[in-house]
């Protein structure tokens, strides 16, 4: 059974920064693509970045280039998105997924596992 599990979520002040991480298990995922996604209060779920776990390829939503990078330990199976420069509008749940293909996708529907989810509140 595959398991994404998120955790490094909390409140941080504008300019700080996060590290959330996603502990995948249950299945080989080197052939997967990763994906952030996030969910501010009242909008819907917005892509954030992708990445093929092998680490070859990566697309980030313009809001977060420059500020958010996505990585991965093979060994740990646990993806990592590290958020610096975060601002108030970065506020919302923080979803990690994974989707079995070699193609990077922003569109949520094509993940096929989701974890449950970590609060980033960023304070101004």
């Known amino acids: 059974q595959v398991q994404l599990v998120e955790s490094g979520g909390g409140l941080v002040q504008a300019g700080g920064s996060l590290r959330l991480s996603c502990a995948a298990s249950?299945?080989?995922?080197?052939?997967?693509?990763m994906g952030w996604f996030r969910r501010a209060p009242g909008k819907e779920r917005e892509f954030v970045v992708a990445m093929r776990w092998s680490g070859s390829s990566t697309y980030y939503t313009d809001s977060v280039k420059g500020r958010f990078t996505i990585s991965g330990d093979n060994a740990k199976n646990t993806v990592y998105l590290q958020m610096n420069s975060l601002k108030p509008e970065d506020t919302a749940v923080y979803y990690c997924a994974a989707r079995n293909s070699w193609y990077l996708s922003k569109e949520p529907h094509d993940y096929d596992y989701w974890g449950q989810g970590t609060q980033v509140t960023v304070s101004s």
């Open positions: 249950g299945r080989t995922f080197s052939s997967y693509v």
